[in-house]
């Protein structure tokens, strides 16, 4: 350009207005103006402070115990700024931070995690001192619930790496607004963040989780030591927001395919830190009456934060409550059959007399009577001719019989794998369907009366009951050669698996994948569906509803077999004693003795003798009650177990051998109940 000044082009002078405008405005020399920046080159005194390694250096390089105020302005200016930190931890691989979508967060999360953690030193506590105060006076307060645009949200997902916010000391100050920050986000800003977590490796999100699972019981364990009502209101609320934090990232989890396994948001500690009985009625009444003001918040809004054994008092809880309702009205009918003959009187409990010779068609007849209303009432069972009355210890040996006789493989009904010593339907069987529903309704009244049972059944049982569609591991588990068989055809290539296999079919145009997927589906699915069919509406019949669908498949299955858990010592060190005994009476240590010297079949045989079961609650062997009280007679005389009370009468034994002796030969003769 030669002249001087900027020429506009002659065509733009012709108009008079636009002329005197650009004489007036914009008639300036060029010459001596300062040039355009080129933001082509980095300048860095204007960029914004990061977090980085070579600020970190300089923080921690100084003495220590010394920050100067320099260092202090610049934590201070990076830990109050989102804008500061949403500026560091950028992949710089491949420039991946410029591919920052919804989809993306264009963060290294690896890198975030190293960084915070350099952060940690402890020759200056004043640099986290300095973060901390920083974060909660001026970081998180700002945060916005509609952030401008989605690099604004990588906040989100970075700061729970920084170690302020895992401390139980900022969990009021930091954690828990920062909670708050995340829930009132807006619906597509919290839609961008799900989307990040969703892509996190499980490391990355398992963190986030155990900050707030742990808030949670910090939270809870503050109503133990005592709390103003003046103070329940935001209590609740905290709560509330810790709770509904791990809500939005369960639901990422599941929609994910479960980046970390669904047991990793159970919080052991609830049962013991809250009345979980007493939660659920309020929880109850919450979906009767709704959610009103200052009701306190309940924990079963959020039931996947529960394990096996609080899931299980939540079913009996629920079970309790529906006994009572149909002894209720059971008690209401009989009231008002004093005064309407026309209407008849009830038994308030489900009542089985039955023979020990006929004991499955005994009990076909009087289910076959019973309504609905019948399998919620408390069970009853009475072996005829025999005296003892029905405190839990006749019902746990009659279900212990039945299912003896109708699963036994001689009846055709369910086939025997000898491989897995496990049994499924048999689709040859040529019993009627209805056995299949009884066989069904007398499991679900065994979880509904907490009562165990021996069922040999695999794991897809369970899932079938859960509405879970079973896979190839299940068919190994139930068959294992031939599942291991299914599991190589697909590891093979497909050209390869005739020859292979010395397959005389043709797979046509199904692939391996597809015929594997069939064969399970018509094993587990197909073949057996009318028996199955009826066994699970005689289940659901009792023991259906909204609690059953909290569990897991394999807690199912411990709740309604128990486990094998057997923690022997524990359970000594749980019984209880009587009379003149004690744990150190010299009968009651040779007792121990001879017991933990006895092979594990023997002690599960006693089991069995004392309690009607040779497995444990699912809750474990400190719920498993024992009592050992002195009984007459001498050495001539056998231990007589009360199976109702988990009672062991004991003689005062003075000989190890003879108490040896006379234990084995009780346990080996047992069955049967009488009086004694």
Not at 258 to 269: A, G, L, M, P, V
Not at 363 to 372: A, C
Not at 608 to 636: A, C, H, N, V, Y
């Amino acid at each position: 350009m030669n002249s001087s000044y900027y020429q506009p082009p002659e065509l733009f002078l012709r108009c008079p207005v636009r002329a005197y405008l650009y004489t007036e405005y914009f008639a300036f020399p060029f010459k001596n103006s300062i040039p355009p920046d080129d933001f082509r080159l980095p300048n860095p005194s204007k960029h914004i402070l990061t977090l980085n390694d070579a600020i970190i250096q300089k923080w921690i390089s100084y003495p220590p115990g010394r920050i100067p105020s320099e260092a202090t302005n610049e934590i201070d200016t990076v830990f109050s700024s989102a804008g500061c930190l949403n500026g560091s931890f950028l992949a710089l691989s491949n420039d991946d931070h410029y591919k920052t979508s919804s989809k993306f967060s264009g963060i290294d999360m690896n890198a975030a995690r190293l960084l915070f953690h350099r952060l940690i030193h402890s020759d200056h506590p004043r640099i986290l001192q300095q973060i901390t105060a920083s974060m909660e006076k001026n970081l998180i307060p700002r945060l916005s619930h509609s952030p401008p645009d989605v690099e604004a949200l990588r906040i989100y997902v970075t700061l729970p790496e920084c170690p302020p916010m895992n401390d139980v000391n900022n969990y009021i100050t930091l954690a828990i607004p920062f909670g708050m920050a995340i829930v009132k986000l807006e619906k597509v800003p919290l839609k961008v963040l799900e989307n990040w977590w969703a892509t996190f490796e499980p490391a990355f999100f398992q963190k986030v989780v155990e900050l707030y699972k742990d808030v949670v019981v910090f939270l809870l364990r503050l109503t133990k030591v005592g709390m103003a009502n003046s103070e329940r209101r935001t209590w609740n609320n905290f709560l509330k927001t810790a709770l509904e934090v791990l809500a939005i990232l369960h639901r990422v989890n599941e929609k994910s395919g479960q980046i970390i396994q669904y047991d990793k948001f159970y919080i052991h500690e609830v049962q013991d830190l809250i009345d979980i009985r007493n939660d659920y009625v309020n929880w109850i009444q919450h979906q009767v009456f709704g959610v009103l003001p200052d009701m306190p918040i309940t924990i079963c809004t959020y039931p996947f934060v529960f394990d096996a054994q609080a899931k299980t008092t939540l079913l009996q809880t629920d079970a309790i409550l529906q006994m009572q309702l149909a002894v209720d009205q059971a008690h209401r009918q009989n009231f008002s059959s004093f005064f309407m003959p026309v209407v008849d009187t009830v038994n308030p409990c489900l009542v089985l007399i039955v023979r020990r010779g006929h004991i499955v068609e005994d009990t076909v007849e009087v289910l076959r009577k019973s309504k609905n209303v019948d399998f919620k009432k408390p069970l009853k069972v009475i072996f005829v001719g025999e005296e003892a009355v029905d405190a839990g210890g006749v019902r746990k040996e009659f279900f212990l019989l039945i299912m003896r006789d109708l699963l036994d493989p001689k009846y055709g009904m369910f086939r025997y794998y000898e491989e897995s010593r496990l049994i499924w339907f048999s689709f040859q069987t040529f019993e009627e369907i209805d056995l299949f529903h009884l066989i069904g309704v007398v499991c679900g009244l065994a979880i509904y009366n907490f009562t165990i049972v021996d069922l040999h059944f695999p794991l897809a049982l369970y899932k079938k009951l859960l509405k879970q569609k079973p896979t190839l591991d299940d068919l190994k588990e139930l068959m294992p050669i031939v599942g291991r068989s299914m599991q190589q055809l697909l590891d093979y290539p497909e050209e390869a698996v005739e020859d292979i296999f010395s397959l005389n079919f043709t797979l046509g145009q199904i692939v391996e994948q597809e015929f594997v997927d069939a064969y399970v589906d018509y094993v587990f699915n197909k073949s057996i569906a009318p028996l199955f069919d009826g066994f699970y509406e005689g289940f659901h019949k009792v023991c259906g509803g909204k609690v059953l669908q909290l569990f897991q498949p394999n807690e199912l299955q411990a709740m309604v077999i128990g486990n094998a858990n057997y923690d022997w010592k524990e359970w000594e060190k749980n019984t209880e004693y009587r009379g003149e005994y004690w744990a150190e009476h010299p009968t009651i240590k040779l007792f121990w003795e001879v017991f933990h010297e006895l092979p594990l079949e023997k002690k599960k045989r006693f089991l069995l003798f004392l309690t009607g079961s040779d497995r444990i609650p699912i809750i474990g062997m400190k719920s498993l009650k024992f009592i050992i009280q002195p009984t007459g007679g001498g050495d001539e005389y056998l231990p007589v177990a009360h199976t109702c009370f988990n009672l062991l009468d004991l003689p005062k034994y003075t000989d190890k051998e003879t108490l040896r002796t006379k234990l084995v030969k009780a346990i080996d003769h047992y069955e049967g109940f009488s009086l004694v």
